[in-house]
T-cell receptor, first 115, second 114 residues
Framework: DTGVSQDPRHKITKRGQNVTFRCDPISEHNRLYWYRQTLGQGPEFLTYFQNEAQLEKSRLLSDRFSAERPKGSFSTLEIQRTEQGDSAMYLC?????????????FGPGTRLTVL | DAKTTQPPSMDCAEGRAANLPCNHSTISGNEYVYWYRQIHSQGPQYIIHGLKNNETNEMASLIITEDRKSSTLILPHATLRDTAVYYCIVRGGLYGGSQGNLIFGKGTKLSVKP
């Protein structure tokens, strides 16, 4: 299966620690998206990349969050000085570039718990 | 992106058709209707999308009204594995002029019962 993969699947950390998540998109997909989902809510957009360029950030992405996509392949999402409010499922999705006729394929997500 | 309205929950008997409605009365002419579903503790899964015409694939059918203000997702023979939250999303705008991210609401929680 060559779908979107995310690592780790689960992460438990203490408040104040830094965490990093990885997403490997479908290989031929140029666009990569990060979303966050809290309990009982739909996913919320955080940021997206077109190849290696980060083109958009949501206001949800505070200064403690940083995302990279070196060489336009995998992406990492780092959260510094985690807070309990950061506890959520972090989802990655990828798609072919351009237009609105290209579906996004989601990974299984990384569930973060901040104690 | 235009907003959508969906019932918060629905039940369906196993083997029967599940018809999930969605209202999108402010949709504009170049916006697509997308459906995703999310099974518990998994990432969302793409189901189907359409612009004007009805669409069918191996998973479902999408019926869009002529005025495009509402649509219905049809699962022809629901199984227990179809129990999930179903999201109706309107997506579009100028080609390449927006980030293309999906805006999810709370969706409809479909429970398929034996």
């Amino acid at each position: 299966d060559t779908g979107v993969s995310q690592d780790p699947r689960h992460k438990i950390t203490k408040r104040g620690q830094n965490v990093t998540f990885r997403c490997d998109p479908i290989s031929e997909h140029n666009r990569l998206y990060w979303y966050r989902q809290t309990l009982g809510q739909g996913p919320e957009f955080l940021t997206y990349f077109q190849n290696e360029a980060q083109l958009e950030k949501s206001r949800l992405l505070s200064d403690r969050f940083s995302a990279e996509r070196p060489k336009g392949s995998f992406s990492t999402l780092e959260i510094q000085r985690t807070e309990q409010g950061d506890s959520a499922m972090y989802l990655c999705a990828s798609s072919l570039s351009g237009g609105f006729n290209n579906e996004q394929f989601f990974g299984p997500g990384t569930r973060l718990t901040v104690l | 992106d235009a907003k959508t309205t969906q019932p918060p929950s629905m039940d369906c008997a196993e083997g029967r058709a599940a018809n999930l409605p969605c209202n999108h009365s402010t949709i504009s002419g170049n916006e697509y209707v997308y459906w995703y579903r999310q099974i518990h503790s998994q990432g969302p899964q793409y189901i189907i999308h359409g612009l004007k015409n009805n669409e069918t694939n191996e998973m479902a059918s999408l019926i869009i009204t002529e005025d495009r203000k509402s649509s219905t997702l049809i699962l022809p023979h629901a199984t227990l594995r179809d129990t999930a939250v179903y999201y109706c999303i309107v997506r579009g705008g100028l080609y390449g002029g927006s980030q293309g991210n999906l805006i999810f609401g709370k969706g409809t929680k479909l429970s398929v019962k034996p």
